[in-house]
């Protein structure tokens, strides 16, 4: 049985200590196994925050 993979692509928004609003960009990543998810990951860039 192969896996399959599920993409999830959001944004967090959120607010610098400053108060200058962030938009975070951020992806899931699901390997399903059938109905079960055997793998999640999520990826955050943090490059606008800095």
């Known amino acids: 049985?192969?896996?399959?993979?599920?993409f999830c692509r959001f944004m967090i928004e959120t607010e610098s200590p400053a108060g200058k609003p962030l938009a975070l960009p951020c992806?899931?990543?699901m390997w399903l196994a059938g109905e079960?998810?055997?793998d999640?990951?999520?990826h955050l860039d943090l490059t606008?925050?800095?």
Not at 1 to 6: C, F, K, R, T, V
Request: hydrophobic letters at 50%; a neutral charge.
């Open 40 to 42: 999640y990951r999520v």
């Open 36 to 38: 079960r998810i055997v």
């Open 27 to 29: 992806v899931t990543v």
């Open 48 to 50: 606008p925050a800095l």
């Open 1 to 6: 049985m192969g896996e399959d993979q599920l």
